[in-house]
C-alpha cells in the first residue's frame, strides 16, 4: 500500500487507521535469489494495524502493529520453527526529515511504501536465536551432544 502526501494532506480525520494484511512470499524469494542470507525460511501470514498521525502539513507519523507468522530456522538445528512475530514500530515521515532521528524518514518519490516499510521492520527484528522445543532430542538422535553445564570459570 502506496500514500502520497497529497493523499495523505486530504485525510479529514486523524488518528487514521488503516488493517491490512500482506503477502511477502515474492519479497522472501527475491531475498533467497540474490544470495542474501536469511534466517527466514517462509513468511504464512503478515496482518499490520497502521495508525496515520498527522503532525503537519509535510509530516506524518505511522504507528505500525505488525502481526506476522514466520518459519525460521531453528538456530540449533537448522530445523524449521514457527515464530510469531508480534511488533510495534513508529516511523515519521516528512518532506524535510531530521537527520538526527533514526525512525524519520524523507517521502521517496513523494510516496510511502507501507509495504516496503513493514517488510524491513520484520527483517530487522528477527531474532538472532530461536530455538525448537524438541532441539535437544533432533541433536540426540544424530549423536550430537551440548554440554548444558558450563563451569562458572569458563
Request: aromatic share 10%; charged share 30%.
Amino acid at each position: 500500500m502506496k500514500w502520497s502526501l497529497q493523499q495523505l494532506q486530504k485525510i479529514n480525520v486523524y488518528p487514521y487507521i488503516v488493517n491490512v494484511t500482506y503477502d511477502f512470499k515474492d519479497y522472501l524469494e527475491n531475498l533467497q535469489n540474490t544470495g542474501t542470507e536469511t534466517d527466514i525460511l517462509d513468511v504464512k501470514k503478515v496482518e499490520v494495524e497502521i495508525l496515520i498521525e498527522k503532525i503537519n502539513m509535510d509530516s506524518f507519523k505511522f504507528d505500525y502493529h505488525i502481526n506476522a507468522e514466520l518459519e525460521i530456522e531453528c538456530a540449533l538445528t537448522l530445523e524449521p520453527v514457527q515464530y510469531n512475530m508480534d511488533i510495534n514500530v513508529s516511523e515519521t515521515y516528512s518532506t524535510h526529515p531530521d537527520e538526527d532521528d533514526e525512525n524519520q524518514f524523507p517521502f521517496e518519490g513523494n510516496t510511502i511504501d507501507t509495504k516496503m516499510a513493514v517488510w524491513s521492520n520484520i527483517v530487522v527484528n528477527i531474532p538472532i536465536r530461536v530455538v525448537r522445543d524438541d532441539a535437544y532430542e533432533i541433536l540426540k538422535s544424530r549423536n550430537i551432544v551440548l554440554d548444558e553445564e558450563i563451569p562458572e570459570e569458563d
